[in-house]
């Protein structure tokens, strides 16, 4: 249970193009889902929050109109980064929070997906 | 503001000895605390978490890692080290009153567990 998935597991693409993310609650509704980025032998970095029917919430320095999230449903986000750029290139991780309704009692955790390899050429 | 410090890039570790990865944090309030693993160009997979209860919380895999309020502290620890441990952990600190349960990661910590 508790199983987030991502798609695609990697993808590269010529620059100027934009890229779509799915992040997929498998077995649970995620009220909330969140979006980071990772750079080689880094931390993540929060990108920002999303809920499903509302606008997501951006973390300081992250450009919206850049990184267009979209949580249409309880068990799917899409990130989508336009008009990508070599400086694009990351890690890409998803995670989903339950709520209240958390799966085994599993409150006040993030489940997390396993990641899409963006290559911008 | 939340933080978390690991205070090292890198612990190395013979397989069989016990190994101690640190973590100290800052958040007002009680704090909820997890530790991550991660393996190579994989996601994150939950180890175990401190909320409230016990300060010695066990988890997956044999690890288990130690709340110290007085320190601000949440080391983790394993008593036997396996060559498969070897991978990249995150701590990682939430407030209790932080908005929206957002998470605040560590910049990581690789252990290297050698036969």
């Known amino acids: 249970g508790a199983v987030v998935s991502q798609h695609p597991s990697r993808v590269i693409c010529k620059s100027g193009t934009s890229v779509k993310i799915e992040c997929r609650s498998l077995d649970f509704q995620a009220t909330t889902m969140f979006w980071y980025r990772q750079f080689p032998k880094q931390s993540l970095m929060l990108m920002a929050t999303?809920?499903?029917?509302?606008?997501?919430?951006?973390e300081q320095g992250v450009e919206k109109d850049k990184f267009l999230i979209n949580h249409a449903s309880l068990t799917l986000s899409t990130l989508t980064v336009t008009s990508a750029h070599p400086e694009d290139s990351s890690f890409y991780i998803c995670?989903?929070?339950?709520?209240?309704?958390?799966?085994?009692?599993?409150?006040?955790?993030?489940?997390f997906g396993p990641g899409t390899r963006l290559t911008v050429l | 503001a939340q933080s978390v410090a690991q205070p090292e890039d890198q612990v190395n570790v013979a397989e069989g000895n016990p190994l101690t990865v640190k973590c100290t944090y800052s958040?007002?309030?009680?704090?909820?605390l997890f530790w991550y693993v991660q393996y190579p160009n994989r996601g994150l997979q939950f180890l175990l978490k401190?909320?409230?209860?016990?300060?010695l919380v066990k988890g997956s895999y044999g690890f288990e890692a130690e709340f110290n309020k007085s320190q601000t502290s949440f080391h983790l620890k394993k008593p036997s080290a396996l060559v498969s441990d070897s991978a990249l952990y995150f701590c990682?600190?939430?407030?209790?009153?932080?908005?929206?349960?957002?998470?605040?990661f560590g910049t990581g910590t690789r252990l290297l567990v050698s036969p």
């Open positions: 401190y909320i409230t209860g016990d300060n």
């Open positions: 995670s989903a929070f339950q709520g209240a309704r958390a799966w085994r009692g599993r409150y006040n955790e993030q489940f």
């Open positions: 990682a600190v939430r407030g209790p009153n932080t908005g929206f349960q957002k998470l605040v």
């Open positions: 999303s809920n499903e029917g509302s606008k997501a919430t951006y």
């Open positions: 958040v007002s309030g009680n704090p909820y």
